[in-house]
């Protein structure tokens, strides 16, 4: 089993940027794929980037160039850079622990909310 915490959100003007944290309760070289989701009001949840164990990582194109996912292992903790955020990047952003294809644990999610 896996509990994740995410934290950092928050409010900010648009252009700006925050830094989101997802920290596990095991050792995430023990886990396949972090990953970092979103949904904001009305959507479905979408994928917005993930790392995998070999530190492979890939984005959504539609945060490419403004986001980067990092993670330090010693802190069992993925982060999300985000920069460039936009309106609509505004969504409770969630993080993803996958263990197998049918095995993978949620955290409770962060609001971030991106306005003038």
């Known amino acids: 089993q896996v509990q994740l915490v995410e934290s950092g959100g928050g409010l900010v003007q648009p252009g700006g940027s925050l830094r989101l944290s997802c920290a596990a309760s095991?050792?995430?070289?023990?886990?396949?794929?972090m990953g970092w989701y979103r949904q904001a009001p009305g959507k479905q949840r979408e994928l917005v980037g993930t790392?995998?164990?070999?530190?492979?990582?890939n984005y959504a194109d539609s945060v490419k160039g403004r986001f980067t996912i990092s993670r330090d292992n010693a802190k069992n903790t993925v982060y999300l850079q985000m920069n460039s955020l936009k309106p609509e990047d505004t969504a409770v952003y969630y993080c993803?622990?996958?263990?197998?294809?049918?095995?993978?644990?949620w955290g409770k999610g962060t609001l971030v909310t991106v306005s003038s």
């Open positions: 993803n622990a996958r263990i197998t294809w049918s095995l993978d644990y």
């Open positions: 095991r050792s995430i070289l023990d886990i396949n794929t």
């Open positions: 790392i995998i164990t070999d530190g492979r990582i």
